[in-house]
Nanobody
Framework: QVQFVESGGGLVQAGGSLRLSCAAS??????IGWYRQAPGKQRDLVAH???????NYASSVKGRFTISRDNAKNTVYLQMNSLKPEDTAVYYC??????????WGQGTQVTVSS
């Protein structure tokens, strides 16, 4: 059974930084990433990283967010800098295993005040 430990969300002022972490267990994962969902909006990709460290970012976060991965720990980190109020959302960790099964974490709230 896939399990996640997500941490790092919180309240920060605009221009500040937060670091999210997601430790996934229960399988070997090809791709781990972060999605976010603001109230009344769909869940969108923020960034994801493959086992071989191929990375994809949403255009809205390029240059501000950095995703990294520790394969030995099955852990992904999302460093978020220059945060904006529009980054406010629930951030969800997602992992896709070698059988292409997708699993979701419980989510962590990120709130950026103006």
């Amino acid at each position: 059974q896939v399990q996640f430990v997500e941490s790092g969300g919180g309240l920060v002022q605009a221009g500040g930084s937060l670091r999210l972490s997601c430790a996934a267990s229960g399988s070997t994962f090809n791709t781990i990433g972060w999605y976010r969902q603001a109230p009344g909006k769909q869940r969108d990709l923020v960034a994801h990283i493959s086992w071989t460290h191929i990375i994809n970012y949403a255009s809205s976060v390029k240059g501000r967010f950095t995703i990294s991965r520790d394969n030995a720990k099955n852990t992904v980190y999302l460093q978020m800098n220059s945060l904006k109020p529009e980054d406010t959302a629930v951030y969800y960790c997602n992992a896709i295993d070698q059988q292409s099964q997708s699993s979701w974490g419980q989510g962590t709230q990120v709130t950026v005040s103006s």
